[in-house]
C-alpha cells in the first residue's frame, strides 16, 4: 500500500524557514497529487498546499499565500513545502497527503493516503 512520511519538522523562531519533506512509497509517486494540511491543538484540519503529478499545478491556502511554497522531485519520490516567514500561529502538525485525482484539493476527502503528521512550532 502506498505509505506517507513527513519529515522535517521541528521548533523554529518567528520569521524563520523551514521545509518540509514527504517521502511516498508503494506506488507510482507520479500519479498522485500532493496536499499539505496542518492542525493545531483544538481546531480543525485547515488546508494548506496542493500541487499536481508535474507540480506546476498548484493551490495554496490564502493564510499562508507568499510565504508557503510547495513542490515536488518526481525522481526522488518526494514533495516539499518551503515554510517562510514563519508566525506562531503556523504551530501546528503537519500532515502529507496523496489523491489520485486532481478535484476540489482543499477537501479532506479528495485525498486517499495521509501520513502520521510531523510537529512543527514556531516561537515568539
Known amino acids: 500500500q502506498v505509505q506517507l512520511v513527513e519529515s522535517g519538522g521541528g521548533l523554529v523562531q518567528a520569521g524563520g524557514s523551514l521545509r518540509l519533506s514527504c517521502a511516498v512509497s508503494?506506488?507510482?509517486?507520479?500519479?498522485?497529487?500532493l496536499g499539505w494540511f496542518h492542525q493545531a491543538p483544538g481546531k480543525e484540519r485547515e488546508f494548506v498546499a496542493a500541487?499536481?503529478?508535474?507540480?506546476?499545478?498548484?493551490n495554496v491556502g490564502d493564510s499562508v499565500k507568499g510565504r508557503f511554497t510547495i513542490a515536488r522531485d518526481n525522481t526522488q519520490n518526494t514533495g516539499y513545502l518551503q515554510m517562510n516567514s514563519l508566525k506562531p500561529e503556523d504551530t501546528a502538525v503537519y500532515y502529507c497527503?496523496?489523491?489520485?485525482?486532481?478535484?476540489?484539493?482543499?477537501?479532506?476527502?479528495?485525498?486517499?493516503?495521509w501520513g502520521q503528521g510531523t510537529q512543527v512550532t514556531v516561537s515568539s
Open positions: 500541487c499536481d503529478w508535474s507540480g506546476i499545478a498548484r
Open positions: 497527503a496523496a489523491a489520485s485525482r486532481w478535484s476540489d484539493m482543499k477537501r479532506q476527502s479528495t485525498y486517499e493516503h
Open positions: 508503494g506506488g507510482t509517486f507520479s500519479n498522485y497529487n
